[in-house]
Nanobody, 114 residues
Framework: QVQLQESGPGLVKPSQTLSLTCTVHGGSIRTNYYYWSWIRQSPGKGLEWIGYIAYSGTTYYSPSLKSRTSISRDTSKNQFTLQLSSVTPEDTAVYYC??????WGQGTQVTVSS
């Protein structure tokens, strides 16, 4: 069974770049037809999809976040990474990585504050 684990700093200053890594165990991120995604949930709000990187390496981002988002991968480490630039306090959220067939990490809290 695949397991996902998010890691990264819990506190980021405004205007900086948020960077989170998802390490995948029990399955390769290159396995055909799987899509690996980042999703977040801000306080008092619903889930917001950020984007994905496909098994092929193709990426797709939410239009509302596209200008600030980059998702990449390191296949040698079986990891994929989220970078969100120019963050503001509105980017404070619990960030989740997941495989789009329903396997999720536990989530990691990221707070944007000076």
């Amino acid at each position: 069974q695949v397991q996902l684990q998010e890691s990264g700093p819990g506190l980021v200053k405004p205007s900086q770049t948020l960077s989170l890594t998802c390490t995948v165990h029990g399955g390769s991120i290159r396995t055909n037809y799987y899509y690996w995604s980042w999703i977040r949930q801000s306080p008092g709000k619903g889930l917001e999809w950020i984007g994905y990187i496909a098994y092929s390496g193709t990426t797709y981002y939410s239009p509302s976040l596209k200008s600030r988002t980059s998702i990449s991968r390191d296949t040698s480490k079986n990891q994929f990474t989220l970078q969100l630039s120019s963050v503001t306090p509105e980017d404070t959220a619990v960030y989740y990585c997941c495989r789009l067939d329903g396997s999720w990490g536990q989530g990691t809290q990221v707070t944007v504050s000076s």
